[in-house]
């Protein structure tokens, strides 16, 4: 079966064509096409969400075009249609469910409402080389959403079945990047900017405070200011001196240095947590890494020795494939990683970087199992967004 997919839940849009083999499970990209609005952003530090719905509707038609004809197939050989519909901003929902109702009205194809957190999870279930060799995350799993907008430890015991054994009280961890990097006077989005600046810096510098909070829950605004405070402290300044006053004054080793701190004491919390909640499920046969901040390299490596398998060593038992490279250092696609997480026999998966952020062949890929699970299509004639909804 076919999917034409779409996303244009917040500065992407974004439309792909997957081919799903329901028997192997096997899911193939025939198109995967995205239009970042990252260029207009960076100019303003953050996304303007009016400016970023009409930057939606620019280009989504030409997109979806795009899509279909990259895949080299009409509207006629698509067999059902998948959209982003929660959660995200509301009026760039609105643009890509509004373009996939008309288009399911209009085509007479079957509409299927997609979650974007389990978009997310299912991108580890995509790419070339998911093939034979490389076996798919298996049940029970944990997945660590870490994007712009949700930090959450989701479990899965079957497909398309989430339950939220952790979140965050207060920001997201992209979203701790994202303002990190603009007290340190990086550009947004502030992730890759603090993982590329972090290559020249002492990550033992500064040191920052883990969050003391009990479960399995996350908190991230009180690293946030300790960043802060610590470059107001270093630069000798008062706690009252503007955060946007800091960046000038910095030197380029500082700000190295504080963007190193900060990333491996980001990294270490977020598998801290993996921890516990792997310790909480033992049965745990699969840990899944999905959304932006999974692209981080350091993450990737500190996963991966957390596995207990240096780097090194792992890369020659080749008991991972690292299909491409991240801009950031050691990226790609890891599968099937090692015996022994975190001291244990399991499996860590990590999406290909170019699937990590937000895009729509990870949106076709959580409905094909939507629909093997049985899911209904939607009605394209009541579909509604909602800005924020629970992933189960
Ligand atoms: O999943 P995503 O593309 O969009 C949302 O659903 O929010 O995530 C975007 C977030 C941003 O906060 C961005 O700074 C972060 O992912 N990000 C990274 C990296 N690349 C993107 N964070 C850390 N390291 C990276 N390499
Ligand atoms: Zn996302």
């Not at 270093?234 to 990333?263: H, M, N, V």
């Not at 993450?299 to 240096?310: D, F, I, V």
């Not at 020659?316 to 015996?339: H, M, P, T």
């Amino acid at each position: 079966m076919k999917i034409l997919a779409i996303e244009s839940s917040c500065d992407e849009t974004a439309a792909a064509v997957v081919q799903f083999d329901e028997n192997a499970d096997n899911i193939e990209i025939l198109s995967n096409v995205v239009v970042s609005q990252i260029d207009i952003f960076a100019v303003y530090g953050g996304v303007i969400p009016e400016v970023a719905a009409r930057s939606h509707l620019e280009v989504i038609l030409p997109v979806i075009h795009k899509a279909l004809d990259d895949a080299g197939v009409t509207k006629d050989e698509i067999d059902a249609i998948a959209v982003t519909h929660t959660p995200g901003l509301v009026g760039s929902l609105m643009v890509g469910t509004l373009t996939a109702r008309m288009l399911a009205i209009l085509w007479q194809k079957p509409l299927y409402a997609v979650h974007h957190l389990k978009s997310h999870i299912y991108a580890n279930w995509l790419g070339p080389e998911h093939s034979l060799e490389v076996k798919s995350p298996q049940f029970p799993l944990l997945a660590l959403v870490i994007s712009g907008g949700h930090t959450q430890i989701i479990r899965m015991e079957a497909h398309n079945q989430f339950e939220i054994v952790g979140t965050t009280r207060d920001d997201a961890v992209g979203e701790c990047f994202d303002k990190v990097a603009k007290i340190l006077g990086l550009p947004y989005p502030g992730g890759p900017a603090i993982a590329k600046c972090a290559e020249n810096g002492n990550a033992d510098m500064y040191k920052l405070p883990h969050p003391k909070l009990p479960g399995l829950d996350f908190s991230f605004s009180g690293l946030k200011t300790a960043v802060l405070r610590a470059v107001q402290a270093e630069l000798k300044l008062p706690i009252s001196t503007p955060s946007y006053e800091l960046k000038d004054k910095l030197t380029e080793q500082q700000r190295a240095d504080f963007a190193a701190s900060f990333q491996k004491t980001a990294c270490e919390i977020m598998l801290e947590k993996l921890k516990m909640a792997f310790e909480e499920f033992p049965d745990t046969k699969s840990v899944v890494f999905a959304g932006g901040v999974s692209a981080n390299g350091l993450l990737r490596k500190m996963a991966l020795e957390a596995a207990q398998k240096p780097l090194a060593q792992a890369e020659s038992q080749k008991c991972y494939d690292v299909a491409c490279f991240a801009e950031n250092g050691l990226g790609g696609l890891l599968r099937g990683a090692s015996e022994g997480f975190l001291g244990s026999d399991v499996d860590v998966y990590f999406p290909e970087p170019k699937y990590a952020g937000d895009n729509a062949a990870m949106v076709g890929a959580a409905a094909c199992f939507e629909i093997k699970t049985g899911a209904e299509p939607t009605d394209p004639y009541k579909l509604s967004i909602a800005p924020r909804r629970k992933i189960n």
